[in-house]
């Protein structure tokens, strides 16, 4: 049981429940569960700046703001420490001898006027009217000479009066001063609040911290009369308002209103699902319209507080102590879903005589132990180090899984189960020996134009989507990667989470469900990944940190320094200022790994090398660098052999005269040959394959490119509906609304050699001659189309493997007049890569800390 307004003393629950403070959920606190909005940062640094020298004793300025914004006259306004001290100064400021309080209500009124030296009388309201200040009911009770307080809305019930109606009684008893306490006003919307209608017998309480969950800062406001004002000023010191609430207040007045907007509709959402988990256990649930649910239990409590506590380390505000209320009542806060959802489900164990709640508690409140790796920026190195880490883990005999909530990445793999994922999950899960599953990337992001995407959830596609239209249905998409992590963090030991970009992106933040949101559901702790090579890793950490709220630096634990050339002790100064400046370590210094063999996550970091020497003499390939290209890992296979030179081409003037042309996959086959039109490489491509000779591979996109006609009906990629190809081969592609996504074995024609690779692709080609097909996958399907030095396939991946690559390598060779090797000449094995890794990983990390920090040791 709670005994204050205030909430309680963590330390002292956290004591009776045998748990650390942290450890605590808290929903007798009622301050907004969205935190503090990113604004507040500046006027917290604009107040540091001054504060030795802060001219405004009086908080003129602050009051100045406040009655341009709201409407009303500065002699009409007070500052206070919070709106508590103005709670404690209004008693002792109108030498009135008595006071009627409507119950149940804040706890403190009652204090405050009997430190005053008021008599107290209660005005008791009614259940059967939900606890709201019914003005007829009153009326009897109010006297001349009496400081009535009514609060709007109430605290505990959460209920009110119309704005009319209030303001209707105080002006029926103009021998009274009413104080209404508008303290959780904000949460109920712009048309709630009195002001600035303020009547000669009225003061009006607001806080300006509870609603914008900075309550430390402690911030309050008094409205009134003129000399209403003046008698509340005159109970205050000097410097009631220090430098940084009034800098932050006169920021809170001036916002731009959008958090303000996104707060009460996130609330208002949040409180409806809570109350109605709620009333579906057997509880009355009261219709509050702030940021906390009064509720009443179906019979006395025996236990319920305590069990709550001690077995699901809950705190709730138990009513009991509330004029007016029994110990059958308790106010719990609005929180965040996941807890509003712990809390019901933690709260049915009880009523229903569950057993012990402890194996309950651990499965919601002590997850999958977990480790996120997240990144100053986008390419710092996420994907290769969350691999390294599941091949570490799985080295130490843990059962690990890799976990991407959200990935945006052309390079994409299709699961065993026709599920497709990001290529980056899917290097992660063979570092866990574990098949690809779509529960491992739950939403996937292909772009298909500068603002819009393909995506895919669960392994399906869902819908193409503008980013603005992708980011308003974000919410709706969370429940279903929730649900994914729960399933896989089920069936493993620890899980290996990756973040996106970067969780500085403030413009993003309120979207987010893979950085800091992801890590706050999973309970798992951060490391925040830079590359130095690119500079200013140092200040990208602290930048980064600085954006952060505080229950987001609560989950960041450290830094890793990624890809250093050099030796890692000449930047110890660097860590020891990081860890001055942050609290946070720098937990590793992983050295630049060229030519690691392991594909990469994105074309983003798309650039080719080769691990040893190359051959004097190799065939030139040419690899057209499209805008959208797609599976760009299909050729790392080819790039490691020693005799192919493997290289990019975007721009004409660099085609040259290549042994080999490949027309890669392409998330936009249409947007993309238009750009191979206007950039005059397409008719370069057809001259160099019809007149010179030269090789061209052509795989899934660049398959259909080489046809003779791509027909969009449904326009999944263009507003064209047909569009002809480059002719290289008599073929035609319709793009259909379903995707083939399947795992494929196929059968050359000719040889009857088996090969396999995946299928990811809208498109369906028809073909007029049998001849034209190669290969065939083991259901019949045409998947492969050829003639002469003209060679397409929809099979991704089909260089992966080493005797096929060599001989079609040899092909070639044969055809220039090289010898063929014969001979396997480099194994493209990703499981030794990953073994490489993981140890150069391993001698450059503080694995003994983070495994702490994991909780594993």
């Known amino acids: 049981m709670l005994n204050s307004g205030h909430g309680g003393n963590l330390s002292a629950l956290a004591a009776r429940a045998g748990c650390a403070p942290g450890q605590i959920l808290d929903f007798s606190s009622s301050i907004n569960p969205l935190g503090p909005p990113e604004f507040l940062r500046g006027a917290v640094s604009r107040a540091l700046e001054n504060i030795g020298h802060y001219p405004d004793p009086a908080a003129e300025r602050l009051i100045a703001v ?208 809570f109350a109605g988990r709620l009333a579906a256990l057997g509880l009355k649930v009261f219709p509050g319209v702030a940021n906390y649910l009064l509720a009443k239990l179906p019979a006395e409590p025996a236990a319920v507080y305590d069990r709550l506590l001690k077995e699901y380390h809950i705190a709730v505000r138990d009513c009991g102590n509330f004029a007016g209320l029994s110990s059958r009542f308790f106010r719990a806060a609005v929180k965040a879903q996941d807890e509003n959802d712990y809390f019901s489900a933690s709260l049915k164990q009880v009523l229903t005589a569950g057993a012990s709640g402890g194996s309950f508690y651990f499965r919601r409140r002590k997850k999958t132990p977990a480790l996120m790796i997240q990144g100053t920026c986008s390419n710092a190195g996420k994907s290769v180090l969350a691999a390294a880490f599941c091949r570490m883990l799985l080295q130490d005999g843990y059962r690990v899984a890799p976990f991407k909530s959200q990935n945006m990445a052309l390079n994409s793999y299709v699961t065993p189960a026709g599920g497709e994922i990001g290529r980056a999950q899917a290097v992660q899960a063979q570092a866990c020996r574990l098949p690809p599953d779509v529960r491992m990337n739950p939403v996937l992001l292909k772009p298909s134009s500068d603002t819009g995407c393909q995506v895919i959830v669960m392994g399906k596609p869902a819908a193409n989507m503008e980013a603005q239209q ?190 080999v042309i490949i027309l890669p996959g392409s ?101 007029d001659s049998e001849r034209l097909v190669s290969m065939r996958s083991t259901t019949g399907d045409a998947v492969g189309f050829a003639a002469e030095r003209i060679w397409l396939t929809y099979l991704h991946g089909i260089f992966d493997e080493d005797g096929f690559r060599r001989k079609f390598i040899d092909m070639i060779r044969a055809e220039r007049r090289l010898e063929p090797l014969e001979k396997i000449q480099v194994s493209y094995d990703i499981d030794e890569a990953l073994n490489r890794l993981a140890a150069r990983v391993r001698e450059n990390v503080a694995m003994d800390k983070i495994y702490r920090i994991m909780g594993l040791k």
């Open 470 to 659: 992708y980011f308003s249905c974000k919410r709706d998409l969370f429940p279903q990667v929730r649900k994914a992590y729960d399933a896989l963090a089920a069936e493993h030991e620890v899980i290996i989470l990756e973040g996106a970009g970067s969780p500085g992106e403030v413009n993003l933040k309120k979207h987010d469900i893979v950085n800091m949101n992801m890590a706050r559901y999973a309970q798992s702790p951060v490391l925040l990944t830079g590359d130095i090579d690119r500079g200013g890793v140092y200040a990208a950490f602290i930048g980064t940190l600085e954006t952060f709220l505080p229950w987001e630096r609560e989950l960041l634990k450290g830094f890793l320094v990624n890809k250093f050339r050099g030796d890692a002790t000449l930047l110890r100064d660097a860590h020891e200022y990081v860890e001055n400046f942050t609290g946070r370590p720098v937990l590793g210094v992983i050295p630049y790994l060229p030519d690691l063999g392991i594909p990469e996550e994105d074309s983003v970091a798309f650039a080719l090398t080769r691990a040893g020497g190359k051959f004097a003499v190799t065939l030139d390939i040419a690899l057209i660098e499209l805008q959208h290209i797609s599976n760009f890992t299909d050729f790392a296979p080819l790039e490691i052999e020693p005799d192919v030179s493997l290289r990019k081409v975007r721009h004409l003037r660099d085609l040259g005269d290549p042994d």
């Open 66 to 273: 406040a009655a341009e914004i709201l409407g009303v006259d500065t002699r009409n306004i007070a500052a206070g420490n919070g709106a508590e001290q103005l709670i404690y100064a209004i008693p002792r400021a109108f030498g009135l001898k008595r006071a009627l309080i409507a119950v149940p209500a804040y706890i403190d009124y009652e204090n405050s006027c009997r430190l005053a030296g008021l008599e107290v009388k209660y005005a008791y309201l009614e259940e059967a009217d939900d606890f709201a200040p019914v003005g007829a009911k009153l009326d009897g009770a109010i006297e001349n000479g009496m400081l009535v307080f009514i609060g709007h809305p109430g605290n505990p019930a959460g209920t009110a009066l119309p704005r009319q109606a209030l303001l209707e009684l105080a002006a029926g008893h103009p021998g009274a001063v009413f104080v209404i306490d508008e303290a959780f006003a904000d949460f109920c919307g712009p048309a709630f609040s009195l002001l600035p209608d303020i009547r000669p017998n009225m003061v009006i309480l607001r806080s300006l911290t509870k609603f914008y969950a900075i309550p430390g800062l402690r911030l309050g406001l008094a409205f009134a009369s003129e000399t209403g004002a003046a008698l509340i000023r005159r109970q205050l010191p000097p410097w009631s308002v220090n430098a940084i609430a009034q800098e932050t207040g006169m920021e809170i007045l001036t916002a731009s209103g959008d958090y303000a907007r996104e707060t009460i509709a996130g609330i208002a959402e949040l409180r409806r699902d």
């Open 667 to 767: 998330k936009n086959v249409i947007g993309d040959l238009s750009s191979l039109r206007e950039r005059g490489m397409a008719d370069a491509i057809v001259e160099k394959v019809m007149k010179d000779g030269v090789w061209l591979i052509g795989i899934c996109g660049g398959l259909q490119m080489a046809g003779a006609v791509i027909r969009d009906p449904w326009h999944l990629e263009s507003r064209q509906s047909v569009v002809n190809g480059l002719n290289l081969l008599p073929l035609t592609t319709v793009l259909e609304k379903d995707k083939c996504l399947s795992q494929t074995q196929a059968v050359f024609c000719a040889s009857g050699e088996q090969v396999r690779g995946y299928e990811i692709h809208h498109g369906q080609t028809a073909y």
